[in-house]
């Protein structure tokens, strides 16, 4: 039996093209593609809270860390952003653990340049990274740039990551494939899988309340109405 998600648009991004989101209790957060800002949006409607500019380029992750600093993954610079969720101002940068060709792009490399990293979660200390070249989940410890461990991911390329209500798990969307998939983090084992129809697109993706918001690069940003149990 195959799983297939029903994507409920809610409203649009301000932005041209939202590629990754954060659930918090003070709203939506989501980077922006197109213009580099960042959007803090009500959750009802989708209205704008608080905005900036950012000195990332081409982002495609976001995340909150404990002290409530932004972290953006800046995928065409190749570096891991952390920002002052206040002033927008940017506390420093990493390089990111999964820079490289995409796999899609290896056949032409001398039209297509490496790129970074994607989707974030933040959870004890630590920085989970989701990469489309290296196609693994880097944990990072923000103290040094450490890499602790990495789990390989399904699929060819991973975008949005949200944490799983089970511990130890979590979500995990590839956007080329149109499937997301809950997998143990300790050894990749997949758990649970679903698809989401054409056209739709999950760029970022973030979690609240146990229902997974996704934003698709074309403005509009949702919820996947699915059963969160697996029926397989």
Request: hydrophobic share 30%.
């Amino acid at each position: 039996m195959t799983k297939i998600a029903d994507p409920v648009q809610l409203f649009n991004c301000p932005g041209p093209k939202p590629n990754g989101l954060q659930a918090s209790e003070e709203g939506l957060w989501v980077i922006d593609q197109g213009n580099n800002y960042v959007y803090l949006l009500d959750w009802t409607n989708g209205k704008t809270i608080k905005s900036f500019e950012t000195e990332t380029v081409k982002s495609s992750g976001i995340t909150l860390d404990d002290e409530g600093n932004i972290w953006i993954a800046s995928t065409y610079n190749c570096k891991i952003y952390k920002i002052d969720s206040k002033s927008g101002e940017t506390i420093e940068k990493f390089e990111s653990p999964g820079q490289g060709m995409n796999a899609t792009r290896e056949h032409d490399s001398e039209n297509y340049q490496n790129t970074g990293d994607h989707g974030l979660e933040w959870k004890e200390g630590l920085l989970y990274v989701a990469s489309p070249p290296s196609q693994y989940i880097h944990v990072m410890d923000p103290e040094n740039w450490k890499e602790i461990s990495r789990t390989k991911v399904p699929g060819y390329r991973v975008h949005g990551i949200a944490w799983s209500k089970e511990e130890g798990y979590i979500w995990v969307a590839d956007t080329a494939m149109g499937i997301v998939t809950r997998i143990r983090l300790s050894d990749s084992r997949v758990y649970d899988s679903f698809r989401v129809p054409h056209p739709v697109q999950v760029h970022g993706m973030t979690i609240k309340d146990n229902t997974l918001w996704y934003c698709d690069d074309r403005k509009p940003i949702g919820i996947l109405d699915v059963s969160m149990e697996p029926e397989f």
